[in-house]
């Protein structure tokens, strides 16, 4: 499994995303070929996404550096992302029997495809501009970015979240499970 999760580490991210399109394709495919499935397809899709991100969160958690000490004392930095995987598992399948149980009630018209492909494109460049100017400040310009085209306008709001979403995350990784999010190479110069 190791060798598997360094090897994926090693692929582009668009190698990645064009694996994990050719997926959602053919669940497409599968769902609507389903009767049973066919008019809640855009339900499950979207939970098999999920499911397809916690994966690779998943497969990625073997990359990671264990210390001895850390691993005596049991809790690593593998540890909080495979419960998180774990934990998000077992809600995509709650979610993914209670929509077929709900008696085929069909999914929503749902008219903003370009918000929804925007929001994608947004996300796969946030990724690749934490090289550049790190996973912080991405993350934050992202946020604010959806937040207003979802119709935000309070601006304390627009300047919390992203605040603290960067704070918990700060807290989480770095504090508490010693894992280093990407700086930047702009800011780079900052922690020398």
Do not use: H
């Not at 916690?54 to 419960?83: C, D, H, I, Q, Y």
Request: net charge positive.
């Amino acid at each position: 499994m190791e060798a598997f999760s360094k090897w994926l580490t090693g692929l582009s991210y668009w190698w990645i995303m064009g694996g994990f399109l050719v997926i959602m394709v053919g669940l497409y495919f599968l769902f609507n070929s389903i009767q049973r499935t066919k008019p809640v397809k855009a339900q499950l899709l979207c939970l098999c996404g999920m499911d397809l991100v916690t994966l690779l969160f998943f497969l990625l958690t073997f990359n990671l550096r264990v210390s001895k000490l850390a691993a005596e004392a049991g809790a690593t930095p593998r540890t909080m992302p495979r419960l998180w995987a774990l934990l998000m598992l077992l809600a995509s399948v709650g979610a993914f029997v209670a929509v077929i149980k709900q008696g085929n009630k069909p999914d929503e018209k749902f008219n903003r495809w370009v918000f929804a492909l925007l929001v994608g494109v947004g996300s796969i460049f946030s990724v690749i501009m934490f090289n550049y100017i790190g996973y912080y400040l991405s993350s934050a310009i992202f946020i604010v970015t959806v937040m207003l085209a979802m119709g935000e306008k309070n601006k304390l709001q627009l300047i919390l979240v992203p605040v603290i979403w960067c704070i918990f995350t700060y807290f989480v990784f770095y504090k508490l499970l010693y894992i280093k999010l990407p700086f930047g190479t702009w800011f780079s110069w900052l922690i020398k």
